[in-house]
């Protein structure tokens, strides 16, 4: 089918420039794409290759496949199982399960239903000693037999090691087959694969190197110790050496090799010793509103019910006015220095102090969202959501008693005795609400049928006013991301592959609600006192400025819609092929590259300052409402901003009279 590139006409009336097509025969291609996490949600990988499945069938339609493992309770709850509609896909299935491994294949029920090849590990572990052997022979990698996740990843690669091998044999010449591999655990079908000279591009993506995640946990001083580290002995001390060998591998095999962020790359380069051919940064599928007042009412109407998730929750103790609260949240992996809990927690001690000296009048409320291992939920906790439901029941029902006694009264021609309207029972009832409980705050998970707070993540996201994410290791940061396309502002930093993105491709991302720390060249005291700062801006907007960075922050989304992001795959894809098959495909290495950006400009009614400012929307006001003398129109905005979107640059370049950091890829 043909390459299409056009954006919709849901995109702002195409807010971005359309680029060029790389114009690959995908007719004449298979695509291949492997990860552990295909129909598996274990980590963000999932997201990735979830919400990037539709662009990718919309190219390749019926040659796009997806492998990974089997299991069956997500088979049975995910997939629709059908017949391979290619005969040669098959045949290779068929060489496999002739010799008693299992292969399932379907339609994975997600947005674009792709093709799914999934490999049932546990009836092919008897070959496990033989592979070991088999890898051990091809690359000196040897595994424990107590790693079973390392084991599990050798079957499956082997198993789709084999399954090229079969296929390749019965396509012959053509059509030509490209295979991309995620992370560490898929390294293995690639490393077999290319020993074996198995006929086809290939390429490697990591989404974090293994040792970078364990440095980083375990509180060291990674980015200014990128060149000092012995590699070998971390991963050693750390049992991991035999994973790491199978990931560097897997780099130093593939044709092109990808990683999702500008400061994976640096770290990549460090660890695995092998600089990134391209960057291939994360997206998501957008979906835009036909008009701009349909987020804005989806925040009122969310944060309305965070709301009154607050009334109950801090029930006996709620001596702040909803009306001047805003609600801020960090959410991710229990993992407190890497997802920069630390410094949240220290930046809000400080927050809370600037608000009194200031005597600010505004509350903040913040949620930690992070799942950890709990046995039930807090009674207390429910207990508060339960008075707090018991309350607004008995005040409906005294409503309810109250206006059919002031509509009897009336209808006699008399004004009521408002002492009289409510009687002893009715007091007693109120008071017996009032007196029923205190609250402790517990942090939960989220979800539509939680007893405490029933909100789906999206919908809890919508409702809030900023998301917080300090981290400190986060190669993409996918979190900031959602927050973007739902049009809330977010704090990210500036090594998160999303902040160095969105550093690159806006002029002034505070003004579009997207608030950088600088954790990578800044101590940790100056780290901490810009987060303050920025918060501490932040509470100060009015509710009208508010609303305006809200409608700036979601134009940014379609800077992360798969449609846009989808390039820097095709880039890749087309690299790999030229360099596995450079008789029948040509892409000049020294040449320019196609996988291009835009630039944002700073929003045309911000006021122009001498340097970003951290408080980048119209002027202050104290008063906590609509009258705003500061002349705003979206659409006019939106028009201008559109019309001064920078020419096209090459992501990766080092702007002129900047140096590169140490390590710095710039690809």
Known sequence: MPLSRSLSMTSLSGLLPAWEDDELPVEDLLLFEVAWEVTNKVGGIYTVIQSKAKVTVDEWGENYYLMGPYFEHNFKTQVEGCAPPNSVVQKAM??????????????????????????????????????????WDTCQIGLPYHDREANDSLILGSLIAWFFKELTDHLGDKPNVISHFHEWQAGPGLILSRSRNIPMATVFTTHATLLGRYLCAGNVDFYNNLDKFNIDKEAGERQIYHRYCLERAAVHCTHVFTTVSQITAVEANHMLHRKPDVVTPNGLNVKKFSAMHEFQNLHSTNKTRIQEFVRGHFYGHLDFSLDKTLFFFIAGRYEFSNKGADIFLESL?????????????????????????????????????????????????????????????????????????????DLTIMKRAIYATQIIFHPEFLSSTSPLLPMDYEDFVRGCNLGVFPSYYEPWGYTPGECTVMGIPSVTTNLSGFGCFMEEHVSDPAAYGIYIVDRRFKSAEESCNQLTQFMFSFCQQSRRQRIIQRNRTERLSDLLDWRYLGQFYTQARHLALSRSFPDKFKMDPKGPRKAEGFRYPRPSSVPPSPSPSLHSTPHHSDVEDDDDDEPYNEEDEAERDRLNIKAPFVLGAVPEGKKKQPGESGN
Not at 104 to 121: A, C, M, Q, T
Request: net charge positive; aromatic share 10%; hydrophobic share 40%.
């Open 349 to 425: 001690s400080r927050l809370n102090y600037l608000l009194r000296v200031h005597r600010n009048d505004m509350t903040v409320v913040v949620f930690f969202i992070m799942p950890a291992k709990t046995n039930n939920f807090n009674v207390e906790s429910l207990k508060g959501q339960a008075v707090r439901k018991q309350l607004w029941d008995t005040a409906h029902a005294v409503k309810e008693k109250f206006g059919k006694k002031l509509y009897e009264s009336l209808l006699t021609g008399q004004i009521p005795d408002m002492n009289t309207i409510l009687d002893r029972d």
């Open 94 to 135: 068929d060489a496999l399960t002739n010799n008693g491994c299992q292969v399932h294949f379907g339609r994975w029920l997600i947005e674009g239903s792709p093709y799914v090849i999934l490999f049932d590990i546990s009836s092919a572990a008897w070959n496990l000693d033989r592979w070991k052997g088999d890898l």
